[in-house]
């Protein structure tokens, strides 16, 4: 029998997946390649997941979801699954924290 994941570990892997996705149409197009057509839909996802889809500013939201993953792009995945992983928990706890404003 599968065990089953729970709403928060579903919730950080798509917003690991988002980090991911994110480097590698920035060094796609560091590269040259427009890569615009491969960006996810899942941010939306991750905030409705986390009860954040009626939040009354949603332009601010984007922006805040899309700025917290920037600071990821550093992250070397291929050395340091462990930084993405804290990294990623650093995120989902800043997007907890605007639920309570």
Known sequence: MKNRID???S???LIEDNVVNLKLISTLEDLGIDASLYNLNSPS???ELLELEFFENRDYLYKKYFDLLEQGKSIDFITSKVELRLFVLNVYDELLNLNNM
């Open 7 to 9: 709403l928060k570990e």
């Open 11 to 13: 919730v950080l892997i």
């Open 45 to 47: 996802v991750v905030l």
